[in-house]
């Protein structure tokens, strides 16, 4: 397969996600782990952003004049916060349905996005390029990780940085995020992750390493029944993020 026939789109996951659009902003609905586990994440990116650009990440807006790529969006759960402390969002999902949904939440939540439906090879291709590229739970449902990440990477401008979270390939992960998140509690619609396709935290630290980029931050998030929620975490057996940075050009560099 040459380089310019490749692709990170797996049309049956496209597919279904689609199918699923008009439930990304219900709380209670279908999309309902993610948005009890938007709290922490989000935390996590404002922190870690904050820290590697100099930023207060008490101020109300400590990502202005940050240009944001939120790739894998979906209905915009992260995109419309990440407009709201400051940055420049762009959210590109492959799903046209997405795409509506988001930019018509967006329009009534008064927050301005920059909605495309579109690849990250399109946009890489175009010379787009972000100080900040979030890449939340989409690497499990890509046709190739590696060229994704490679991809994602390759639009990271120095000193810039990325964020990826994703379920680790365990029989824990297997058993705690798939079987009984989606058949004993509920969670999640069946089918919404195949144990063959999650991937280890190496195989996202090998083609982000390849492309430049030096993993700075590890963590694993787990949720805890007894307060509803989701907390950072040592173990990253299950659900698992990582930051990776590209070094600043040095003085001049072109």
């Known amino acids: 397969m040459t380089e310019t026939a490749r692709t990170t789109i797996d ?3 496209v597919d279904r996600f689609s199918a699923l659009a008009a439930e990304w902003w219900n709380p209670k609905g279908k999309f309902r782990p993610l948005h009890k586990f938007n709290p922490v ?24 004049g940050l240009r944001l790529l939120d790739i894998g969006c979906g209905g915009g759960l992260l995109s419309e916060p ?10 590109a999902d492959a799903s046209e349905k997405n795409i509506r949904i988001a930019e018509t939440h967006a329009a009534m ?24 590229i979030l890449n939340m739970e989409v690497v499990e449902h890509v046709s ?6 490679s991809t994602c990477a390759s639009m990271v401008r120095p000193g810039g940085m ?12 297997g058993a705690l995020a798939i079987f009984a998140a989606e058949t ?7 089918g919404t992750h195949q144990y063959e396709k999650l991937v280890k935290p190496e195989e996202i630290e090998g083609p982000l390493t390849g492309a430049g980029l030096s993993v700075t931050d590890r963590t694993g998030v787990f949720f805890n029944p007894f307060s509803n929620q989701w907390n950072l975490s040592s173990d990253m057996d299950v659900n698992y993020m990582m930051v990776a940075r590209r070094a600043e050009e040095a003085a001049g560099e072109a």
């Open 82 to 91: 990440m407009a709201r402390l400051g940055a420049e969002v762009v959210g």
């Open 184 to 190: 004993v509690l509920r969670w999640l619609p069946k």
């Open 162 to 173: 990325m964020f990826v979270a994703t379920i680790n390939r365990t029989m824990k992960a």
């Open 41 to 64: 994440r989000l935390g996590y990116i404002r922190d870690k952003a904050s820290e590697n650009f100099g930023r207060d990440a008490r101020a109300a807006k400590p990502l202005t």
């Open 109 to 132: 939540s008064g927050v301005s996005v920059d909605y495309r439906a579109v690849t990250a090879e399109a946009l890489a291709e175009a010379g787009e390029t972000f100080d900040i």
């Open 11 to 13: 049309q049956s996951e």
């Open 144 to 149: 190739d990780v590696p060229f994704f990440l």
